[in-house]
């Protein structure tokens, strides 16, 4: 029996299929270019993760986690633009030393609030901070009026929106509807070539298992049993002294920094950012990478993301006036037919048959069976 106090058994085998996969088998068997593809659907995963944690466990509909992968990218894109935006790259505007596009709308000077991007530390605090506090101003104006369910999801879409729209129109401070483009080195490290494109591949991917780690020890904390009670019972919840908005505000904080951490790695890896990665259609195309992998499985998130994207990918390039009618009946299928996912169809399915199978093996060779396992999201008996 292979059992853990992190893992259990069905866990610890996803995670290390999920391992082999996208640290081996993937660079071995792709080209960079497909390998590069494989980067973008993973920055996806983050916000999956956090999803699993904000809607699967916590209860809370976030049609708006695009505002917060958004931030993230904008954070990283910021910087990368003004080190690709120096002097010497940009002698033949009329202002070099800024940005191309503030130079086309006749901005002058390098806003004040773009200042501080120039140093990589503070970016990548920005990166989580900034995310993490509009997420806690929108969680407290929320929870604490018990503001939840539909009329919280709709205010998510909202802000989603306004955030796009706000994006768009101030063109001169960020770019507008073409986003941050050519963005180039990293502290001097071209992140253009190929060989560059599989370093920042592997990071990412050792980044998405470390938020797994995170999301995995929440799940397991009191924290996580609270999260599930609070989403099957909030009332009680309540009446047993717990602050229900306070748990609602953190679950809702780290779904936005993981969907930020996964935004500034797109930036990196796909080399621009633009507002059609914040609005309301890829917010919603994000929940659907959850709810067909599995909103109560962190490892199902992230096989729910890779599905889903090389769906899209193939029938966009096959279909390209169908992929979205496909993609949405992707998504009607799994809420009529497997609610639970594909993690659900594995604990429904496939583990049993595995688990019948290795008992039958275990009693032949005369040794006892026993499976102490919890599937991942159901409660311990």
Not at 40 to 52: C, D, N, P, R, W
Not at 138 to 156: D, P
Not at 182 to 210: M, N, Q, S
Not at 342 to 356: H, K, M, N
Request: charged share 10%.
């Amino acid at each position: 029996m292979i059992n853990s106090r992190f893992f259990n058994r069905s866990e610890l085998i996803g995670f290390i299929a999920l391992a082999a996969i996208l640290f081996v088998i993937l660079p071995l068997s792709l080209d960079v270019f497909r390998l590069n593809l494989v980067a973008k659907y993973l920055t996806y995963a983050f916000v999956a993760i956090g999803l699993v944690l904000c809607w699967g466990y916590g209860g809370i509909l976030s049609l708006g986690q695009g505002v917060f992968f958004g931030l993230g990218g904008y954070c990283m894109a910021m910087f990368l633009k003004l080190e690709a935006s120096s002097v010497e790259n940009t002698k033949i505007q009329s202002t070099p030393g800024i940005p191309d596009f503030m130079d086309w709308n006749q901005i002058t000077s390098l806003p004040l609030f773009w200042q501080p991007f120039h140093s990589l530390t503070f970016t990548i605090a920005a990166i989580i901070l900034v995310p993490g506090l509009f997420a806690l101003i929108i969680g407290t104006a929320m929870f604490k009026r018990r503001v939840g369910g539909t009329y919280f999801a709709i205010i998510t879409q909202a802000v989603a929106a306004i955030l796009t729209i706000l994006i768009v129109g101030q063109q001169g401070y960020t770019g507008g509807i073409n986003g941050m483009t050519d963005l180039r080195t990293l502290k001097g490290w071209d992140i253009r070539p190929d060989h560059a494109k599989i370093i920042l591949y592997f990071v990412e991917v050792v980044l998405l298992f470390a938020c797994i780690g995170i999301a995995q020890f929440i799940r397991l904390t009191k924290l996580g049993r609270i999260l599930v009670a609070m989403r099957e019972q909030e009332d009680r919840v309540r009446f047993s002294g717990y602050s229900v908005a306070n748990f609602k505000i953190f679950a809702f904080c780290m779904a936005a920094v993981f969907a930020a951490i996964g935004g500034a790695m797109f930036a990196l890896n796909v080399g621009f950012m633009s507002p059609s990665f914040v609005g309301i259609v890829p917010s919603i195309e994000m929940v659907i990478y959850t709810a067909v992998g599995g909103r109560m499985s962190i490892f199902g998130a992230v096989w729910g993301s890779l599905l889903v994207n090389f769906a899209k990918t193939g029938l966009s390039e096959s279909f390209p006036q169908l992929w979205l009618f496909g993609l949405g009946a992707l998504f009607i299928a799994v809420v009529l037919a497997f609610p639970n996912g594909l993690s659900g169809i594995w604990a429904d399915y496939v583990q049993p048959r595995i688990d019948r199978l290795l008992a039958s093996r275990k009693s032949k060779s005369g040794t006892p069976w026993a499976d102490n396992s919890v599937a991942d999201g159901a409660p311990a008996e």
